[in-house]
């Protein structure tokens, strides 16, 4: 194995992360309250978004842009991509407070928290996750520091990550898994493949276009912007195996443990691997490592 795949400096990334995610925090807080928007919505936003989770689809998208900034031979610079790295993180919260609604997973706690259906109501759960998404879109689009024609590209890749091909689609195929699970068809007898398909759209689209909107906004090489979607897809089966062991599901209910776990270290191995002849991708590569050691 190659020395990147090896090595792991647990230190230096959650460092890095720590840094990244107050950049994503702090635009997060002042794009909330600069919003005129009834204050019990603005209270209930910022009580999805503070605390966070990992931040992990922001972080990736900032990780992105310092590598891609690097490679093309550019001054490293975070303020631009905020906008998008924002976005990212909204549509995300967006998903989760739909998901716990009583009509999906019907969930009464996220995080350590009430879910925002059993604290506001589920009503005004539903025009929180609208008005998220809606946020989301509004300040991508309002990029101006890139070529107007790479800002509306972005846009685009966002909206079809989200959408029916990714995150919309695979939400909507999970709901006839679960519909499954509780009639005749338990869900360890469901196709590899179709598992496999509706949990990279969940999971995988958001996490490709964390990787892929700042080396296009940046006119980058085919080369480069391949090398980071190809990680992005493999860490989206990656971060999804670590899932589905952790909560025994998905893949875990299907290939057992040690079969899981053995999948999960192939995934481990092509997302690292994705990454070979891009300069100063070692943050990825630790990025890779910590989700394939995670215990949470």
């Avoid at 795949?5 to 909330?32: C, F, H, I, M, P």
């Avoid at 879910?115 to 008005?131: Q, R």
């Amino acid at each position: 194995m190659s020395e990147i795949l090896l090595s792991y400096n647990e230190k230096e990334l959650l460092a890095d992360w720590k840094e990244k995610v107050k950049l994503v925090d702090d635009y997060l807080r002042e794009l909330v309250d600069s919003l005129r928007a009834p204050a019990e919505l603005k209270e209930a936003i910022k009580y999805v978004l503070f605390p966070g989770g990992k931040r992990i689809r922001p972080y990736l998208l900032l990780l992105s842009a310092q590598i891609s900034q690097v490679n093309l031979g550019f001054p490293v610079r975070f303020k631009p991509f905020l906008p998008f790295a924002a976005a990212i993180e909204l549509i995300h919260n967006y998903s989760l407070v739909h998901d716990d609604l009583p009509a999906m997973d019907n969930d009464d706690y996220r995080r350590g928290k009430l879910t925002p259906h059993k604290v506001y109501g589920e009503g005004k759960a539903i025009l929180l996750g609208d008005e998220m998404l809606t946020l989301a879109f509004r300040i991508a689009s309002k990029v101006k520091d890139f070529p107007p024609d790479r800002v509306l590209r972005a846009v685009e890749i966002l909206a079809r990550k989200s959408g029916e091909e990714y995150l919309i689609g695979g939400q909507w195929e999970d709901i006839d898994l679960e519909l499954s699970k509780k009639g005749t068809e338990k869900k360890e007898n469901i196709p590899l493949d179709t598992l496999k398909r509706v949990e990279t759209a969940k999971t995988a689209g958001l996490i490709i276009a964390s990787l892929q909107i700042p080396p296009l906004l940046l006119g980058a090489t085919f080369k480069l912007v391949y090398r980071l979607t190809a990680y992005g897809y493999w860490l989206g089966q990656l971060f999804q195996i670590t899932d589905d062991i952790l909560d025994k599901d998905g893949y875990y209910l299907i290939l057992g443990e040690e079969g899981s776990r053995k999948l999960a270290k192939l995934f481990l191995e092509k997302t690292v691997r994705a990454l070979s002849d891009l300069r100063s991708s070692q943050l990825l590569a630790s990025l890779a490592h910590f989700v394939y050691n995670r215990d949470h």
